[in-house]
């Protein structure tokens, strides 16, 4: 087994949950309890540019958690080793309840409550759906990453394309 590390504390890889823009995010356990790490990545993204990842990555969740966003909470910081500890959110990510027809009304109107929040705020969040979980019929964004407000990149411009069986959906998770 694989095993990764947060300021020392050890922890074993369970799996990989996922790739994004700024890193890897891995599903960890200490033997006591199941995590996330999300370990920063510099690989180049042509549609994207990034200052300092883990600064950036760090301003957003406050700045989410000062909205009142639900997200996982952050757990510690290994500034050295460029990793980010989480809570881990148990469940399906949104694009799985599209792909399964499992979609319900309540997970539209969260996020509607979630954009109630940001848009006052000059803000948007990455709304893509694997960046979205549901526990216990509870949305949370478990991404960090946040941007100030353009019309262009909100949900209903951008967003929303992804949250149904639409061709851009299709075309990216139906395989």
């Not at 891995?26 to 990842?53: A, M, R, W």
């Not at 951008?158 to 061709?167: A, D, E, N, Q, V």
Request: net charge negative.
């Amino acid at each position: 087994m694989e095993h990764i590390t947060v300021n020392d504390r050890d922890f074993q890889i369970l799996c990989l949950l996922g790739k994004g823009k700024g890193g890897y995010s891995y599903l960890v356990s200490d033997g006591t309890g199941e995590y996330v790490i999300k370990q920063i990545h510099h690989e180049p993204c042509n549609y994207y540019q990034f200052g300092d990842k883990l600064a950036s990555e760090l301003r957003d969740y406050e700045r989410l958690i000062n909205i009142g966003i639900s997200m996982p909470k952050l757990l510690d910081v290994d500034e050295k080793q460029e990793r980010i500890l989480k809570e881990y959110i148990p469940g399906d990510t949104i694009d799985r309840y599209v792909l399964e027809d499992r979609m319900e009304d309540g997970f539209y109107w969260q996020l509607e409550d979630m954009c109630r929040l940001l848009y006052p705020a000059n803000t948007n969040i990455d709304y893509f759906p694997t960046n979205f979980v549901v526990c216990n019929g509870k949305l949370y964004y478990v991404d960090y990453e946040c941007n100030d407000y353009m019309s262009e990149w909100n949900y209903e411009n951008w967003g929303s394309l992804y949250w149904w069986k639409s061709p851009a959906f299709l075309e990216r998770f139906a395989k």
